[in-house]
């Protein structure tokens, strides 16, 4: 490896990576930039300026992404209905390819020679983060502190930040979690402490932005939402920004219940590892996305989605969303969309969410053939014998030469 | 086609086959074989023996398929995770091909040429009726009136069933439901009505199986279910048969408000149309096999068991269980379920199921790897350096020779 | 079926058609419309005209498609490496939709009700012919005589032709093949007569395309095609139109013995048939396209190309060339073509092609990397330990957790 | 890494491999077990064993694993038609995973601590070497001694030799190949020299195994080859064992130019390669498997063969033998094979193989189906039209609603 003049580090404010502004410095004598984005996590992101100036840092952003991360990451991904392993909706792994991208972009301008973060070793943001900054900077070099450094337990920590005289009060004011949390617009996710069980219920305080199913109102929340090539564009009839509709489908899905997930997924670097998480108004807008492809797609397109959606979904868990392979899925799904408008309304109510209406001026229903009634001729069904035998042709003739099935 | 002399007909003991017995009495002037069968829709069966000893039938069959249904069928389908179109969880389609099966088996004892049955010329189970008995007896004769007859419409019904002495009282005591209905253990359907305009929200007093959410217990309840290689064996410790199993979880389910669905889904024969579920055991199941599985299945297992459950989903969904790429994809599934064994816990809460806790003796989940707390040198940090490197080298030579992402 | 006025028929100017030319105005009391297309049979369709007129036709369209088949059907599809059951390059496949197109569009032109072909109930033209007009022109109505009409033998359409005076001297002059045959600028395909039996070897003289390759040159021919956007457009650094080039490689192949294939291929109707083709260019271009694609896609891209394919594939050859999914499809494949530009060098002998070199400005391969002899740091061997390390992890903890693999 | 006692060498009795018995002699003060496969590579493998004794290597297995080769890996890989990349027919990667299998047998036998091999840090056997032992045995070590040493050039080898008195005479007869070259039953390959080049043509002279197309004999050969549950049992109707009939199949494509590749490959590691490899036996088999699954195998049974098979030689092209999901895929692929029984007649002709004739016992090809001529009644073209009109339903629906395809 190359000697190392300037490093960009994903720098949240929080103790974990004033340490690593710090150990930087030490270990590789290098300037460090900071880099400290607003995704919709709910904290305050311009106190991070004065602590990145205590620690010496000169060159400080400080950038409110939430309208290019729901825009350009989080709806793209939900056009596709992604879902990994049947029930995670990808929260923490859509946020990482536009933080590399930022990491990358800040490189170039401040002619950084390498980039860094807080994620550990055994995750998979660590994978997230360098898997995109190679993907579009392949030269620049990756400092991963967690792989390197020998700091790997809390005492070792606060020893290192009372050598180097690193203020520890950071979080003073707030209980310290049991959890591992990490939020975004789309989500906030709890990892480690009792979760390391398994079996062990997540406690009830644990959860930070849905109220319990069981404390949620009495009465079920209707709303209508309006799609647009695929994507959100108002709520109750009332035109909003994307980051400014997914954070009113998180107040509204977190009032009632909605969103929380409790699951053991699989790691790309290979473990299993359990995950509590909440995603009000992603499940919300899952749930509406599907409804009004309902009306609107193809049977044909809608089958070939949902066969791909495994495929992309794992894709950006892996964290591969700055790939070829992505932009080769992406333009399939976005080449489906087109035509996917219209309105859905849906019931929210103590945990679950349904969608109880659907309607589009591109919808493919067809009540005068669906119907029960007389259609007056619209469909003949004497067409569906012959459909029926021809389908069945292969059928006949394989069992007319004794093959067997049962 | 050549003369019938004897047909097997599915016969419910509902107006609509009766009049079916006579019409095909009339019509092919052949003898008819009633065969009638519980497979849990919740009507009793025996009362079909007079009903059709009224109409001269002389060979009736009775038969109690609800343990077949469930052990053969329905647990079979739930080791895919099987779900269409991403929510529907084929309640319908499953139960028919254990009513083909039967019909040709009688129609083997019976020494009938032809079967029957009361499906219209406009849905999926004509298909998954006549596909599945062209598979197991090529040479047999499908009678399928409704898309034969000109009775098309209640009045004529009625008038046929005056002419010929049809006793039209058979459902007298119960109001006639403005729905199109059909039950098994698995599920019931709607479909007709006001549900022909997918704008408009299912009526509350439709739903037959389960409380509103809203009216559903206060209090959560909490259960759990003991899998082996990947079927349901137990509930809080007490060892069913499956038909019991699934009943049971019908009730449970059901006294929470869990597995009601609304959707528009797209039929085989080519319309798109509205449908109304109540699945509340297999809406349980399914979370607790999912949740059984996620920590006994090898990740890439069930990585490609995701990828692979569309296209079984399709195939039984467009009749094709009797065929022999459904066996194929079944001797995939069920050798990965050899070890899915285990215990979930599950909270279910109006309108909610989720798993809370899973447990096995064959859990692939490993604390000492997957824990955040020192591990004792179980995973090597550093090895996850050279598995981005590599990961990322295709990446890296592409944008090095000027590839670009964005 | 409401009254035909007109109909536009794909016309050869052969006996078949003529005959449905008649049978069609007797039938249907109608005015028939004859189209007739150049799409490299080989055979003059201006002849057609007089035979045209002959039988009272006022509207005759002739028209030299060659061009727009091969620009914007032969290459879309070869983009894809498309092949159907391993083996069969889809030449008559591909060419159905374009007559669909030109059948809907003077249908429209001439206010035609309806439109007529002259495949079989057997085969699957009918249904690429009848799909593709359906959904360019869903109110069309669709009239195929052979699932019609009693003519079933050589002898009823001789009669018939005596009967209403067509001439039947059309093909005189040559000796009437044994075998179904169907040509384009992609292939020639031979059916029936003794191919009827698997087991029998297709005679030497049945060959009409290409030179057997015992007689072809004892000499190699090298040639190299060029190729834009995954397209090719240059012979030898010569620049051709589609056709032109298309035109060249089969010249190319037929000299040189390459592209006969003999298959049993499974029809979508739904019975096996033995078919034996000639496609020489294609074969060329295949062999090509795949090479030009080894040094210039993404490893994953390319994977996701070949796992897409045989479906792809299918939907072409079952008729869906006109329907929104194969447009999705070709969405993702048309992205991924962008880069696919550079020129292949190519061995022709005696019934095989070989890539001997491919070079792009475009390409991926990294000599540096991927050199046996030392790449001076390029590439860190130590990377693959942990790469290996991770990758196995999942299957470490599953042996070490007593799974069997043996 | 702990200390290791004794290391079970993969051990060719080359050069190479000589030295690292040496290496690891000297580096890891160890004991080393060397084992020597007869896998068909062509060389004796009886002459290893002085050079091991002569290197102090007390416990020395050698091993004729050829039948095992070929009846557990070769032929279960063949029933899938498994090809890499379009090309490939994996003969390198399918004889890995039988070595790795041996290396943790012999270490389980010896009480062996580790294991290790000769390939490089680049390429894509470490992977499948270690792959494979790890997931057969969890806890055993790896000594990759390419990855670990600097004996990075020839000189460097050689004067490692000189100081240890290791003879370097092995291979002095030979002319040093300027090729890396692997070889077994089912093939061998040449990388590296001029190869390195991907618009090089390869040398008359490197192929060993097949006689250029040019000089093979003007004659066509024909063999039938005998087919039971989807592995080949017989030629020209006399039974051999697998590895028998393997060699036969090689010498007769051997002579008749049969089976060259010369491509550019994408590696796991993530660069990509020039191969050139010689498959004649295997070239034949794949092109009589495909001719006897065509007349035996249902159509989407064949097609989800199809579909599959891109992952599963993705699988076993990467290492991943002896995974779960290898051995899902397999479950598939073998339950599809028990009727592919039957024979398959073949022309072999400088370079080509041809299927020119295919019956079975269990042939689903039906004549009287299949016939252009009168088939009595047993195909009913007029069910073709509902066939289609229902196939074409949502493409009308569509249409009708404005939806555009063009």
Redesign the interface.
């Known amino acids: 490896m190359s000697k190392i003049d300037k490093v960009v580090l994903a720098y949240s404010g929080g103790l974990d990576t004033s340490v690593i502004v710090r150990w930087l410095q030490d270990t590789y004598d290098c300037e460090v930039v900071t880099f400290t984005a607003d995704i919709g996590q709910g904290e305050e992101v311009e106190p991070a300026r004065a602590k990145a100036e205590a620690l010496g840092v000169k060159e400080i952003y400080i950038d409110d992404l939430r309208e290019e991360y729901v825009r350009d990451f989080v709806f793209p991904m939900f056009r596709a209905?992604a879902i990994y392993?049947?029930?995670y909706l990808l929260g923490t792994s859509i946020a990482r390819p536009l933080i590399a991208?930022r990491l990358i972009e800040i490189a170039n301008e401040t002619g950084a020679d390498a980039i860094s973060h807080g994620a550990?070793?055994?995750g998979n943001d660590?994978?997230r983060f360098?898997?995109g900054a190679?993907?579009?900077?392949?030269?620049i070099q990756v400092i991963?502190p967690?792989?390197e450094w020998d700091l790997?337990?809390r005492e070792k920590l606060m020893n290192y930040c009372e050598q180097h005289k690193i203020p520890v009060d950071f979080s003073s004011g707030k209980k310290k979690s049991p959890y591992?949390m990490d939020a975004n617009l789309l989500h906030i996710s709890y990892?480690?402490g009792i979760l390391?069980?398994?079996?062990?219920?997540?406690e009830e305080d644990m959860w930070r932005w849905s109220v319990s199913?069981?404390t949620a109102p009495?009465e079920?929340t209707y709303i209508s939402i309006a799609f647009e090539q695929g994507d959100p564009v108002a709520i109750d009839g009332e035109r909003m920004s994307p980051a400014v509709l997914l954070e009113t489908l998180n107040k509204l899905g977190g009032a009632n219940g909605i969103g929380?997930?409790?699951?053991?997924?699989?790691r790309y670097?290979?473990?299993?590892?359990?995950g509590c998480y909440e995603t009000p108004g992603g499940t919300i807008l899952l749930k509406a996305h599907?409804?009004i492809e309902?009306?609107t797609l193809?049977?044909?397109?809608?089958?070939?989605k949902?066969?791909l959606m495994?495929?992309y979904a794992?894709l950006i868990y892996n964290g591969?969303w700055?790939?070829?392979?992505r932009?080769?899925?992406q333009?399939?799904i976005?080449?489906?969309q087109q035509?996917v408008n219209g309105e859905v309304?849906l019931?929210l109510?103590?945990?679950?969410v349904?969608?109880?209406?659907?309607?589009s001026e591109?919808?493919?229903?067809?009540?005068r053939?669906?119907?029960?009634e007389?259609d007056a001729g619209a469909?003949?069904?004497?067409?569906?014998?012959?459909?029926?035998?021809?389908?069945?042709?292969?059928?006949?003739?394989?069992?007319?030469?004794g093959?067997k099935?049962?």
């Open positions: 209905n392993e049947g029930e991208k550990t070793g055994k660590q994978v360098e898997l190679y993907a579009l900077k392949p030269g991963a967690w792989r790997n337990s591992s990892e480690g390391e069980d398994p079996w062990a219920e997540a199913p069981e009495e079920p929380r997930l409790d699951i053991v997924e699989n670097v290979g473990m299993k590892s359990r599907r409804a309902s009306i193809d049977r044909e397109v809608a089958h070939m949902d066969s495994p495929r794992e591969y700055w790939s070829p392979e932009r080769m899925l333009a399939a976005d080449e489906s035509v309304r019931k109510y103590k945990g679950s349904s969608a109880v209406g659907r309607r591109d919808s493919l229903f067809d009540e053939i669906a119907t029960f007389d469909y003949d069904q004497k067409d569906a014998e012959g459909f029926i035998k021809l389908n069945a042709l292969r059928l006949r003739i394989a069992a007319g030469k093959r099935l049962i």
